[in-house]
T-cell receptor, first 113, second 111 residues
Framework: NAGVTQTPKFQVLKTGQSMTLQCAQD?????MSWYRQDPGMGLRLIHY???????DQGEVPNGYNVSRSTTEDFPLRLLSAAPSQTSVYFC????????????FGPGTRLTVT | RKEVEQDPGPFNVPEGATVAFNCTYS??????FFWYRQDCRKEPKLLMS???SGNEDGRFTAQLNRASQYISLLIRDSKLSDSATYLC????????????FGKGTTLSVSS
């Protein structure tokens, strides 16, 4: 099993550009989530999904969209990139929303100039 | 007040030392508790769950005090490979909520 995979690993965007961060898992997990990690801020939840076709907002959803058309994939879209979105983005999955063990992808390091 | 608070450190200890990390949480509805480990520039990984009765996993001991809303992690006989950031994590007893992460405590073990 590959676990949770994320692409790209690194990305530089200009202000106003849009892009999609890809996330996929091959563990048949129902629950998937996106976090951002900033120095001194810890991990903050952006969006999450409890199953295909169901998504909801986390703590810091503004500027991001998600969709969950399949169990395996949970892409994160940046609509119009801003320097404040410079961060490390982690996708995670778990068997269910009640599970405390989340499996994280390796992260995407995004810089917005 | 942040929902999960940790001393950021860094904790600098020699090999073989015993070190303890503390964490407090503010929401009494928190249901489950965990310690995650994050190596530099890597993704977080579950280290251990924390049970009310306390639990051990080798050199690691986790304890929970619900009355004081306090969680601890004790590492005995520290190894160089223990150098990492340790994240205190809580989960509320509310459907649809995810894990709440502390900012982490950084440990550096030196020879």
């Amino acid at each position: 099993n590959a676990g949770v995979t994320q692409t790209p690993k690194f990305q530089v965007l200009k202000t106003g550009q849009s892009m999609t961060l890809q996330c996929a898992q091959d563990m048949n997990h129902e629950y998937m989530s996106w976090y951002r990690q900033d120095p001194g801020m810890g991990l903050r939840l952006i969006h999450y999904s409890v199953g295909a076709g169901i998504t909801d907002q986390g703590e810091v959803p503004n500027g991001y969209n998600v969709s969950r058309s399949t169990t395996e994939d949970f892409p994160l879209r940046l609509l119009s990139a801003a320097p404040s979105q410079t961060s490390v983005y982690f996708c995670a999955s778990s068997y269910s929303e009640d599970s405390g063990e989340q499996y994280f992808g390796p992260g995407t390091r995004l810089t917005v100039t | 007040r942040k929902e999960v608070e940790q001393d950021p450190g860094p904790f600098n200890v020699p090999e073989g030392a015993t070190v303890a990390f503390n964490c407090t949480y503010s929401n009494s509805a928190s249901q489950s508790f965990f310690w995650y480990r994050q190596d530099c520039r890597k993704e977080p990984k579950l280290l251990m769950s924390v049970y009310s009765s306390g639990n051990e996993d080798g050199r690691f001991t986790a304890q929970l005090n619900r009355a004081s809303q306090y969680i601890s992690l004790l590492i005995r006989d520290s190894k160089l490979s223990d150098s990492a950031t340790y994240l205190c994590v809580v989960k509320r007893q509310v459907t649809g909520t995810a894990l709440i992460f502390g900012k982490g405590t950084t440990l550096s073990v030196s020879s």
